[in-house]
């Protein structure tokens, strides 16, 4: 299964806008790059999904490096309510690996 | 509202004795799976269900029993929980494949003392 790096904490202003990272050197020609949310004491929740062109939605837009091996979620303008753990994940046909993710703080 | 919904939210139970925590799903989805989530290692998945009838082993599957009898529906069994079982449990759905997104429930927290 493909595996997914991304920083364990980043820190953003309130009303600035937030770019978060991911790698996936491994990552396979079918993969779709899926990312998460996840608030303190709820389940996660779908953010973005893209294959190869970037993808906007009222949530966020998700940028994929021309080679794939990375992308970036951005969130045009962090809120107070946009603190959470985000995970970048490359879900196959039967499972989902998710790793520690990272953990936004937004400074009001 | 589409919705995956987990029942209970909180339990607690005595080590041995047999529990179920249910999970529906309104969206019509062919997929379901149960995840465990602790501190300092992450979400796991314990089963997963491809469409009714058809149930599969996770990452952590021992001491768990789920079964797919309706497509609406996934409980997850601990025939016999045991303190290493207390953790943070959540349900998921996703209709099709993996380019399509997944819908969590709100989490069901156990403890087992």
């Known amino acids: 299964d493909a595996k997914t790096t991304q920083p364990n904490s980043m820190e953003s202003n309130e009303e600035e806008p937030v770019h978060l990272p991911c790698n996936h050197s491994?990552?396979?020609?079918?993969?779709?790059i899926h990312w998460y949310r996840q608030l303190p004491s709820q389940g996660p929740e779908y953010v973005i999904h893209?294959?190869?062109s970037n993808v906007n939605n009222r949530m966020a837009s998700l940028a994929i490096a021309e080679d794939r091996k990375s992308s970036t979620l951005i969130l045009h303008r962090a809120t107070l309510r946009d603190a959470a753990v985000y995970y970048c994940i490359l879900p196959t046909y039967d499972k989902v690996i998710f790793g520690p993710g990272t953990s936004l703080s937004v400074i009001p | 509202e589409a919705q995956v919904t987990q029942n209970p939210r909180y339990l607690i139970t005595v080590t041995g004795k047999k529990l179920t925590v249910t999970c529906s799903q309104n969206?019509?989805?062919?997929?379901m799976s149960w995840y465990r989530q602790d501190p300092g290692l992450g979400l796991r998945q314990i089963y997963y269900?491809?469409?009714?009838?058809v149930t599969d082993k996770g990452d952590v599957p021992e001491g768990y029993k789920v079964s797919r009898k309706e497509k609406r529906n996934f409980p997850l069994i601990l025939e016999s929980p045991s303190p290493n079982q207390t953790s943070l449990y959540f349900c998921?759905?996703?209709w099709g494949l993996g380019n399509y997104g997944y819908t969590f429930g709100s989490g069901t927290r156990l403890t087992v003392v």
């Open positions: 491994t990552i396979s020609g079918t993969d779709y």
């Open positions: 969206m019509n989805h062919e997929y």
């Open positions: 893209g294959l190869t």
């Open positions: 269900s491809m469409n009714v009838e």
């Open positions: 998921a759905s996703r």
